[in-house]
Nanobody
Framework: QSQFVESGGGLVQPGGSLRLSCAAS????????IGWFRQAPGKEREGISC????????HYVNDVKGRFTISRDNTKNTVYLQMNNLKPEDTGVYYC????????????????????????WGKGTLVTVSP
């Protein structure tokens, strides 16, 4: 079954760091722009960052800009999200996914992070930021 598999979440104190990983299972992700999404408790899932197929174009939403860094290693079929200076409002389940119709982060971002393939959603990884 083709799916993304997220890992690296956990409980961390405010100001701490985590590195999330997003691996593609059953397919290769090197043709696609990849987005990271966050679903905070009681809220809808939202896109927070994306990286183009080449890795050269990146986007962050304002509330993670300067704290989070997205990267990818196509040879390992994996995308990463380094999260520093974590805040309680970063708490949520983190997912990754791709819009298979684009390799462009710009397009993915401009669409409002829409078009992610439903079948590729994984279980996500839980990040809890608490004292």
């Amino acid at each position: 079954q083709s799916q993304f598999v997220e890992s690296g979440g956990g409980l961390v104190q405010p100001g701490g760091s985590l590195r999330l990983s997003c691996a593609a299972s059953g397919f290769t992700l090197d043709a696609y722009a990849i987005g990271w999404f966050r679903q905070a408790p009681g809220k809808e899932r939202e896109g927070i960052s994306c990286i183009s197929q080449s890795g050269l174009n990146i986007h962050y939403v304002n509330d993670v800009k300067g704290r989070f860094t997205i990267s990818r290693d196509n040879t390992k079929n994996t995308v990463y999200l380094q999260m520093n200076n974590l805040k309680p409002e970063d708490t949520g389940v983190y997912y990754c996914n791709a819009n298979p119709r684009t390799a462009s982060c710009e397009s993915f971002k401009n669409s409002g992070y829409k078009g992610a393939r439903t079948a590729w959603w994984g279980k996500g990884t839980l990040v809890t930021v608490s004292p």
